[in-house]
C-alpha cells in the first residue's frame, strides 16, 4: 500500500531492545526504591533503639546519683554536731578560740543549739557590742574638752556605727528568713563600717578601739558559722 511505512526488521529489534531496557530500569529503580526505604526505616529502627537505650542507661545514672545524693545527706543527718561539741568544731581553728568559746556558751540554750542557733548567739553578741561603742561614743562626743578634729572624727564614727548596728539586724534577719548569702553581705558591710569607724579616730588605745576588735571578732565568729550554713547547703 503506497503511502505506508513498515517498520524494518532492524527497527522491531531496537524498538523491542529498547522496551526491555525500560523494563529494566524501571524494576531497578523500583529495586533500589524498596532498598532505600528498607535502609531507611532499619536506620530508624536503629536509631529508636539507640535512643531508647540512651534514655535508659541515662535514667539509670540518674538514679544512682539520687540514691548516692540522699545516702550523703542522710549520713551528714546522723553526723551532724550540736551544742558543745558544734562550738568547739566551730572555735577550735579560731585565733581567738577563748572568745569564741565563751560568747557561743553563754547562751542557756548553746547545750543543744545547732548552727543557726549558734549564728544567732554571735550576732546577738555582736549587736550588743556595737550598741555598746555607739553609747560610748555618743558620751564622748558631747566631752568640750576633747579637739574639734577629735570630735569631728567621734561623729564620723557614730555614724558608722549606727551603719554597723543596723547592718548586724539586717544580718539577723536574713538568716531567719534562710538567706545566708544576703547574711554574708550585711557581716561583711558591718566589718567595713566598723574599720571606717577606726580611721576615722586618731591612736588605737582608747575603749573605742579596743571594743571594735571585740566587735570584728563577734562579726567573724558569726561569719565562720554562716559560712558553715552555706557549706552544708550546697
Same mark, same amino acid.
Given at each position: ?28 529503580? %523500583? ?7 528498607? *535502609? ?20 539509670? &545514672?540518674? +538514679? ?7 545516702? *550523703? *545527706?542522710?549520713? +551528714?543527718?546522723?553526723? %551532724? @554536731?550540736?551544742?558543745? %561539741? ?16 565563751? &560568747? ?7 547545750? *543543744? ?10 550576732? @546577738? ?18 566631752? =568640750? ?7 569631728? +572624727? ?25 538567706? @545566708?548569702?544576703?547574711? =554574708? &553581705? ?16 586618731? +591612736? ?6 579596743? @571594743?571594735? &576588735? ?21
Amino acid at each position: 500500500m503506497s503511502g505506508c511505512h513498515y517498520p524494518s526488521d532492524s527497527d522491531i529489534a531496537t524498538d523491542a531492545q529498547n522496551l526491555e531496557n525500560d523494563m529494566k530500569f524501571r524494576v531497578c529503580t %523500583e529495586f533500589l526504591i524498596r532498598q532505600k526505604t528498607e *535502609h531507611c526505616k532499619c536506620e530508624s529502627e536503629n536509631q529508636s533503639k539507640t535512643k531508647m537505650e540512651s534514655k535508659r542507661n541515662l535514667l539509670w &545514672v540518674m +538514679g544512682i546519683c539520687m540514691w548516692l545524693v540522699l545516702a *550523703h *545527706h542522710r549520713s +551528714g543527718a546522723a553526723e %551532724e @554536731k550540736i551544742g558543745k %561539741e558544734l562550738i568547739k568544731s566551730i572555735c577550735k581553728n579560731r585565733g581567738n578560740n577563748e572568745l569564741c568559746m565563751q &560568747v557561743l556558751s553563754s547562751d542557756p540554750d548553746s547545750d *543543744h543549739a545547732d548552727l543557726e542557733e549558734l549564728a544567732m548567739i554571735s550576732l @546577738k553578741a555582736a549587736a550588743s557590742n556595737a550598741s555598746s561603742i555607739l553609747n560610748d561614743c555618743k558620751r564622748m562626743i558631747d566631752d =568640750q574638752n576633747l579637739e574639734p578634729k577629735v570630735q569631728q +572624727g567621734l561623729a564620723d564614727c557614730k555614724e558608722n556605727l549606727l551603719d554597723a548596728e543596723s547592718q548586724i539586724q539586717d544580718a539577723i534577719a536574713s538568716i531567719l528568713s534562710n538567706d @545566708k548569702l544576703d547574711a =554574708q &553581705v550585711w557581716l561583711k558591710a558591718a566589718l567595713a563600717a566598723i574599720d571606717t569607724c577606726d580611721d576615722s579616730i586618731p +591612736g588605737d588605745d582608747d575603749i573605742l578601739s579596743r @571594743k571594735s &576588735v571585740a566587735f570584728r571578732q563577734l562579726c567573724n565568729i558569726a561569719v565562720a558559722i554562716n559560712k558553715a550554713m552555706l557549706a552544708t547547703h550546697t
